[in-house]
């Protein structure tokens, strides 16, 4: 919440007349505001919703922090890879990259999973 007002004016363009219609610097900066406080939210011993969580399940709260990081992490660093190839592609590449991100994600599991 705090980096809403503090990012996003930044990407707004501006003319003689007023601000112009939203651009796509303005589209990424907010998913990466809003992507960053989920993940922020789902690694930090602090959040409200990690303590509920392991208030809920029985769970020590370290316990619950260190079990959901390996998988926020590997989420985060998935979604900051394909950020990445979206800032410099085309609109195409860009607009496959949410079905290669889940079948990375999809991919990872059937490796890695249980």
């Known amino acids: 919440v705090l980096m809403f007002p503090i990012a996003l004016p ?3 363009p501006h ?5 112009v219609p939203a651009n796509e610097s303005l589209l ?3 998913g990466a505001i809003i992507s960053g406080s989920m993940f922020g939210d789902h690694v930090s011993p602090i959040s409200d919703t990690t303590i509920l969580s392991s ?3 029985s769970c020590d709260l370290m316990q619950h922090v260190r ?3 390996p998988y ?8 900051l890879l394909l950020c990445l190839v979206s800032s410099t592609s085309s609109a195409l590449v860009a607009a496959m990259l949410l079905p290669i991100g889940v ?12």
């Open 10 to 12: 930044l990407t707004v």
């Open 15 to 19: 003319d003689v007349d007023g601000p």
């Open 28 to 30: 990424a900066t907010l």
């Open 55 to 57: 208030l809920c399940s």
């Open 67 to 69: 079990t959901q990081g």
């Open 72 to 79: 926020a992490c590997v989420v985060g660093v998935i979604s």
């Open 103 to 114: 079948l990375l994600l999809a991919l990872i599991l059937h490796v890695c999973g249980p």
